[in-house]
């Protein structure tokens, strides 16, 4: 542990013990310790030596790491966002280092990391709101920051101050501090979504030629097909091996496991990070339909082997054989989507899958668990809507019994209803939770009005 002493002006002069930077060693194995000076502010002894002992975690962590103020700008510099680097995934830790210049563009980087509290995350989140693009910008004079943005921004600094709690740097646990988040509007139901109809069509033209693209592709073609049909993100299509699919098994499934990462020019392979959402073991598993079962079979049996496919991927690159970029398939799937005028985007082909499922009546929860979905209220909320049109759907489904004759002055209790359309509201009152006499006055104004035209 450091020890501090003090001197004039709010000064004090911290004696850290560290490991001796030529990595001497005692007889028993242990580091040399060596004593090292440096000079800090603080307000306080107490706060002088958290300073201390925290500079002299980061040189025996990393003797060769020169010695900091303990700013917030060194601690996201230096310490967050290697951390990130090396343990979360490329996109993740690329994002992190965009908000984080931000974090420093609106804050004073050289605050000390002790002093952000409850104060800093409001001073934050009013600068973010009233950022505006400088005069050298084609939005000079515009808001910068929307309000989504600005909960990123605001998460991101909440995230960094966890994780200085967890390495001792500090003794405020944001975590239970009741930082409040900034609000942020809720999405409509505006998911790009690409129906059956238009993946079969892009999936036809890819596969055997079309006049309005420049070349057939099977394999993406391929991609695009497995995608719809197994709900898959794109990187999880790409980066799946031979390895997790098990095509002889009782119920065909693969497991997603291992997924392909892009971000600031680079890609590769990240091996064993999907967990079951239900479980937490590794590895999702999806069971395949007939028509995923069929395509993956054909290409097991075009598959050139592992001289070739040295990655051993379901999905290849058919030009080298190794790890298709995700960003190129992308870009291909766009391009050949707008110009058959269908649904772009290869993402827009997971929500028609998951929307497809949830037509064809799959519960919420098997539908979560399929698509990868942390929990059903996710898959809720981002879907909901669907239901709510399957539901308006079946009203009017069962207020066509009603079209057909005069129906005479009704009551509450349903008693002018055929006895199999009395039965069906009932149970349709039941699932969805609302009263029956709300039911049944949709229902005789959807048969009202069927009868009238």
């Known amino acids: 542990m450091a020890s ?68 917030l700008e060194w601690f996201l510099l230096q310490i967050f966002l290697p951390y990130q680097r090396a343990n979360k995934a490329l996109k993740t830790a690329h994002r992190d280092a965009q908000l984080a210049n931000g974090v420093l563009r609106l804050m004073n980087g050289a605050m000390k990391l002790t002093d952000v509290r409850k104060p800093a995350f409001v001073a934050l989140v009013d600068a973010a709101r009233k950022e505006v693009w400088p005069v050298d910008h084609p939005k000079a004079g515009q808001s910068r920051n929307g309000a989504r943005n600005v909960h990123h921004i605001w998460g991101f600094l909440k995230k960094a101050m966890a994780h200085a709690y967890d390495e001792g740097l500090i003794t405020w646990n944001v975590r239970v501090e009741g930082v409040k988040a900034p609000p942020v509007p809720k999405r409509g139901p505006n998911v790009k979504m690409a129906t059956a109809d238009e993946t079969q069509i892009l999936v036809d033209a890819l596969r055997n030629g079309h006049e309005k693209l420049n070349r057939n592709d099977a394999d993406l073609a391929d991609v695009v097909e497995f995608g719809f049909l197994t709900a898959c993100r794109k990187q999880e299509t790409l980066g799946l091996p031979w390895a997790h699919v098990h095509l002889n098994a009782e119920t065909p499934f693969v497991i997603i496991e291992d997924v392909t990462e892009e971000a600031g020019g680079i890609f590769r392979i990240r091996r064993g990070t999907k967990t079951s959402a239900k479980t937490g073991e590794l590895g999702r598993k999806v069971y395949l339909v007939p028509d995923a079962l069929a395509l993956l079979r054909r290409r097991k049996e075009a598959d050139k082997g592992v001289v070739w ?24 799937v766009q391009t050949a989507a707008n110009n058959l005028g269908v649904t772009a985007g290869l993402h827009s ?3 028609g899958g998951i ?37 308006q759907k079946q009203l009017v489904a069962i207020a066509g019994g009603l079209s057909s004759t005069p129906k005479p002055k009704t009551d509450a209790t349903g008693d002018d209803l055929p006895p199999e359309v ?3 509201a009932m149970e349709y009152a039941q699932a969805s939770g609302q009263p029956l006499e709300v039911v049944l006055a949709v229902l005789r104004g959807a048969g009202a009005a069927q009868a009238a035209e």
């Open 355 to 391: 929307t497809h499922l949830i037509e064809q009546g799959v519960p919420l929860e098997t539908v979560s668990q399929f698509a990868g979905h942390a929990d059903p209220t996710m898959t809720a909320s981002t879907y909901g809507w669907v239901t709510e049109a399957l539901a």
């Open 4 to 71: 501090v002493y003090q001197r004039d002006g709010g000064k004090w002069l911290a004696a850290l013990r560290i490991p001796c930077p030529a990595g001497s060693v005692r007889a028993d194995g242990s580091p040399v310790l060596i004593r090292k000076n440096k000079t800090i502010k603080a307000k306080s002894k107490a706060a002088a030596l958290r300073d201390a002992n925290a500079l002299e975690k980061q040189l025996r962590d990393n003797p060769a790491a020169p010695v900091t103020d303990g700013s």
């Open 349 to 351: 082909r997971r929500h």
């Open 309 to 332: 496919n040295v990655d051993r991927l379901v999905f290849p690159d058919p030009r080298t054989g190794r790890v298709w970029r995700p960003s190129a398939v992308s870009s291909m």
């Open 422 to 424: 009395m039965l069906k």
